[in-house]
């Protein structure tokens, strides 16, 4: 028994699937399994059966993430400066600013706990096993290497185990997601069989649902087939969205402009005489107008309306920034069944040697068919079980002739289950004085066991043809056995000699939507695979049926046999991919690949072993009818109705989230500018101009009138083809060249001429000239505090024709129309009324130094919004023109 260890725990190096007798001498167990003492010492050694969730200390080392976030450190900077200066309530501000940030920040989904949380409940509590050759009842974290457990129906399995004796029918689906519980019987071991498809290993978590049986442990705890799958959901970390990676190459960008002209202007005031306080509160100015302080929280609510959206489409997103990363999508990666087709199957086809194809079924094709499952009838009549076989009952019904479940069963004398290793499925059934055997599997695995005098080459291109019409082919075969034949109690015995009576073609349909899904996902530059279990014939069928692959697709016909390099070659050919008879590991190599060259790739899955290549993909996507819990948690998405169009319905809302996004930044940006310029002229004249601005008039901007209406642009209906080109590539910045050029050239430019012209009227009107004195006392006194209101309320003013202005990028306000983004028009109304309160509440103009504007100074500044959207609009037009006049030249 050698030990070796694994993430710091020792386990075994044993192979579960050697000759038994070999496998208790590693194990040093036997019949009576371990002593009390020997499971003692074990479990001290190999630690407890659990599947153990890593603490991240996520709360610490998220709060510290946000509180060295660059537009933080700023914060921080000016908050310092505020202190030095003697401003301790301005200091508290910017302390509540950044508390404010990382509150939301903190709000992110713990997606790989959350998926190791619900494995652990696959697990059962208690467990029977012997020791000291006595049973016990024992807790099943208690459970070691080499114990001996004892299995029966209904009970979960608590270790991954190798039958000693006795036979179960076990419910694999939470690993596998297959859905017939499969046969697992004593005996020797297959080789080259994949240990989930061994006929005599059980995993932990696993149910039995039928059968008794022995089992010797050989892996628990972190080593067993759910620990390893936990283990993978843990290591499989997160990943920054695009968004969150170019928000923070944003923050740097903002700190080096920001410390930069603070660095240079404040040289230039020192040079031109300014006293060290005042040259300390224009570093403050310079920092707070830098730092658009409403940036995080306008894109976190921003992601969070539009998940709102999404789930009123279908899709539940837990992750905000994931509603962005969705608009960058390029590749899709999807099952089949349920997802592109309806999961609903039907009988459309028979084949029969003698009749060949038929519409209709003979009457022992339908007898044989029906005869042949285990499906049954619910309360209300309707018929409950696996899909397939629901199909093959309602297709055996002929007129006024239904299958008789009741008597079906009453006849059957024994059952073997559907084993997917073996594609078979067989039962024994009683008529008269003779015994039948009904056997229905895949045509591949029914074939060898005909009698030799069979056609099988007629049969196997009668089954090519069904196949390549999209049909899920099955074969249906019996064997009467000669009066007084004893039941057969091992498959072996009953599967073979037999005679076959039919083919039949089942279809599971596609969406009626997914077609034009796949269209409008090929008008969007995104590619579409395939990933599914099914045969490479069915799946290619449904495929072009739906419109991938248009002009040309590749099967894969076995996922499993595809080496790293062929992947690569095959993701990177520019072709739509069939994976066929995949398997959860093949969705992972899938999602590996495709990331390692650049795509940003949505995966589908709906069972537990999917949980990895949910994890790496860049959105996982689950399956809310069909999917498992610990998928689900996996997850970054959740498909409440599991259909492909709504992934699509979701691309698009990203796309527009996104272009939302650049919107409000546009709109934040582009008052930089006039925040900024005030404090450069104050800077540049040694004083002699006094700050136009005071920096908490700019935080009543930045957080005050500037949110709102911000995050109306979030909700700003999508421009027209906003899905007829490409997804933008991963590293295309949200900020570009045009965006900066547009946001400070021109609108912000304009802004603060506008402004700083009304601040100077203000001045000059009441006989002000430079170096004047304006503090309080002075004469002057009053009309500084009327020019510092004037500016605030130019610089809002000036806001709500930014507002209007970033609506669109390249279409005319009249074209989107002016009334259809009411939450915008509420934003401007609610910054207009909390401007006229700071302007005009005696309380509250104490507190930013603000004071009562008079009728021509708001007549002026009313003029403003007009400006600065006119302006833009003049630009946009003219790039228009330019754009339609390109492609002449």
Request: proline share 6%; glycine share 10%.
């Amino acid at each position: 028994m050698e030990r070796a260890t694994n993430e710091d725990v020792p386990t075994l190096t044993v192979d579960p699937r050697e000759p038994l007798s070999l496998l208790r001498k590693e194990l040093e167990t036997g019949e009576a399994g371990l002593s009390g003492r020997e499971a003692a010492r074990r479990l001290a050694v190999y630690g407890a059966n659990e599947v153990r969730r890593e603490r991240h200390g996520w709360f610490w080392r998220e709060l510290l993430r946000q509180v060295v976030h660059p537009l933080a450190l700023l914060l921080w900077g000016a908050g310092a400066l505020a202190l030095v200066a003697g401003t301790p309530v301005l200091a508290m501000a910017i302390v509540a600013v950044i508390v404010l940030n990382a509150g939301f920040a903190m709000l992110q989904e713990r997606q790989a706990e959350r998926a190791v949380e619900a494995l652990t409940g696959y697990l059962p509590d208690q467990a029977h096993v012997v020791r000291d050759g006595k049973p016990h009842a024992v807790d099943a974290a208690g459970l070691v290497p080499g114990d001996l457990i004892v299995l029966e129906e209904g009970v979960k399995v608590p270790a991954d185990a190798r039958l000693t004796d006795g036979a179960l029918e076990v419910d694999l689906s939470m690993l596998t997601g297959e859905s017939e519980p499969v046969e697992r019987v004593a005996g020797q071991s297959q080789p080259g069989v994949p240990p989930l498809r061994e006929s005599n290993l059980i995993f932990s978590g696993t149910t039995c649902v039928g059968g008794a049986a022995k089992a010797v442990v050989f892996a628990t705890g972190v080593h067993t087939e759910l620990g390893r799958i936990a283990a993978l959901s843990q290591r499989t970390r997160r990943e920054e969205s695009p968004l969150e990676a170019q928000v923070k190459r944003v923050a740097w960008f903002i700190a080096a402009v920001a410390v930069g002209l603070g660095t240079a202007f404040l040289g230039v005031g020192a040079a031109a005489g300014l006293p060290l306080t005042d040259a300390l509160t224009f570093a403050v100015g310079l920092l707070v107008a830098n730092v658009p302080e409403g940036l995080l929280p306008t894109i976190t609510l921003a992601l969070a309306l539009g998940v709102r959206l999404l789930a009123r489409n279908g899709a539940v997103v837990k992750r905000l920034s994931a509603v962005e990363t969705l608009g960058s999508t390029n590749v899709i990666c999807t099952d089949k069944t349920g997802t592109l087709t309806r999961n609903r199957m039907s009988l459309s086809t028979t084949w029969t040697p003698e009749g060949g194809v038929s519409g209709s079924r003979t009457e022992s094709l339908a007898d044989a068919m029906a005869e042949c499952t285990t499906v049954t009838a619910g309360e209300d009549g309707a018929l409950q079980g696996d899909p397939t076989e629901i199909a093959l009952v309602e297709g055996a019904a002929q007129p006024g002739r239904a299958p008789d479940l009741g008597a079906r069963d009453a006849r059957r004398e024994a059952l073997f289950r559907f084993d997917p290793r073996l594609r078979l499925m067989s039962v024994v059934s009683r008529s008269g004085d003779r015994l039948v055997i009904y056997v229905k599997g895949a045509p591949e695995a029914v074939f060898p066991r005909l009698e030799e005098q069979q056609d099988r080459q007629t049969h196997m291109a009668a089954v090519t043809r069904m196949t390549e019409q999209g049909f899920r082919v099955l074969a249906v075969a019996t064997r009467r056995l000669p009066a007084g034949s004893p039941v057969p109690r091992v498959r072996e015995e009953a599967e073979t000699r037999l005679q076959l009576v039919g083919l039949v073609g089942l279809y599971d349909p596609p969406r009626p939507e997914a077609a034009d899904a796949v269209r409008r996902c090929h008008e969007a530059g995104l590619r579409v695979h395939i990933v599914t279990g099914d045969n490479g014939g069915t799946a290619s069928a449904v495929a072009r049926e739906v419109g991938i692959g248009s002009p040309q697709l590749h099967v894969v016909e076995d996922a499993g046999a595809v080496t790293d390099s062929d992947l690569d070659e095959l993701l990177t050919g520019g072709t739509e991919v069939v994976f066929a008879r995949s398997s959860p590991e093949t969705k992972l190599r899938v999602a590996d690949a495709l990331r390692a060259h650049g795509q940003i790739v949505a995966m589908t899955g709906d069972g537990v072993n999917d949980a990895p290549a949910l994890h790496r993909a860049h959105i996982g996507v689950a399956m809310g009818k069909s999917g498992t819990d610990v998928a689900r948690e996996a997850s970054t998405m959740v498909l409440t109705d599991d259909n492909f169009a709504t992934i699509v319905t979701a691309v698009e809302s990203g796309r527009q989230v996104y272009e939302n996004v650049r919107k409000f930044i546009l709109y934040i940006f582009a008052h930089a500018v006039p925040e900024v310029v005030p404090f450069l002229l104050f800077a540049l004249s040694g004083g002699a101009i006094p700050l136009p601005l005071t920096v908490l008039q700019i935080l009543a901007i930045d957080l005050g009138t500037e949110t709102l209406p911000a995050l109306a642009l979030g909700r700003e209906p999508a421009e027209p083809g906003l899905m007829a080109g490409p997804p933008r590539r991963s590293g295309h910045g949200v900020i570009t060249k045009d965006l900066l050029v547009r946001a400070w050239a021109c609108l912000g430019l304009v802004s603060a001429a506008l402004v700083t012209g009304a601040f100077f009227y203000v001045l000059w009107r009441a006989g002000w000239g430079p170096g004047d004195p304006t503090g309080p006392g002075s004469d002057l006194h009053h009309a500084y505090l009327t020019a510092t209101t004037t500016t605030f309320a130019g610089i809002v003013m000036c806001q709500v024709g930014t507002a209007l202005a970033a609506r669109t990028d390249h279409a005319s306000l009249r074209q989107v129309g002016l009334f259809t983004n009411p939450l915008l028009l509420a934003g401007i109304g609610f910054e207009l009324v909390f401007t006229a309160v700071v302007v005009w509440v005696p309380p509250v103009q104490r507190i930013f130094g603000t004071t009562s504007l008079p009728v021509e100074v708001v007549a002026l500044i009313a003029t403003f919004p007009v400006i600065v959207w006119g302006t833009d609009e003049l630009r946009r037009r003219h790039r228009r023109r330019s754009a339609g006049a390109r492609p002449a030249a």
